[in-house]
């Protein structure tokens, strides 16, 4: 899968659309990984098509919280996407906001993912360290089994999307840490 979209009209897109430096932060990290992903599962000709999934795929997450995934069309249409971008945008909600199925393999991906990334931000905000670096699998399945921590984090979707790709948890686990560790550093510094 191409798409035509530039990662300047992707970024200028959500940043027209998400002001909050948290909801940044999200969508460079989602893209980091995305990006990483491509790679690690030999998409690498992909790349850049999973990474502005990743990057676009909360676009209409703070301004329409209500129509999430549903305005998202309309958004992304401003900088003329592909019908395939839309749909890797839209099945990520799938079965919370949509019923777009996620069918590839990256769609499955930014599924299981959308949701992990944001736990383990927030374990990573409880470290000393505030770093994935030094962050171990052990360590985020005791967070992911403590609901209370960050409740917002769907464990439910993390689980069905380990179970879309084919995979443990602990896989999951384990590679999607291994893709923050990825980009970190150049998340931070482009925020």
């Known amino acids: 899968m191409e798409t035509k979209v530039t990662r300047e009209q992707a970024l200028a897109l959500l940043k027209k ?9 999200h969508g460079l990290t989602v893209e980091a990984v995305m990006e990483w992903y491509a790679k ?17 795929h909360d676009v209409d997450f703070e301004k329409y919280p209500e129509e999430h995934c549903v305005k998202a069309p309309e958004l992304l249409a401003e900088i003329h996407a ?3 971008l839309i749909h ?3 099945s990520h909600g799938y079965g919370l906001v949509t019923q777009v199925k996620p069918e590839h393999q990256m769609e499955k991906v930014l599924f299981a993912t959308d949701e992990l990334t944001g736990l383990i931000g927030a374990a990573v905000r409880m ?12 360590s985020l399945k005791k967070k992911f089994k403590d609901k209370r921590f960050a ?3 769907s464990r439910d979707v993390i689980r069905q999307g380990a179970e879309l790709l084919g995979w ?14 990825s980009c970190e ?4 510094e482009e925020l």
């Open 17 to 25: 659309y998400n002001q909050e430096p948290f909801h940044l932060l």
């Open 40 to 56: 690690e599962l030999s998409y690498g000709e992909e790349a850049h098509f999973w990474a502005m999934a990743g990057l676009l």
């Open 82 to 84: 592909e019908e395939a």
């Open 88 to 90: 890797a945008v839209v």
């Open 127 to 138: 470290r000393p360290s505030k770093s994935v670096m030094d962050l171990e699998v052990s």
């Open 151 to 153: 409740a917002g984090c």
């Open 168 to 181: 443990e948890l602990e896989e999951l686990f384990e590679k999607t840490i291994q893709a923050m560790r």
């Open 185 to 188: 550093k150049r998340v931070q």
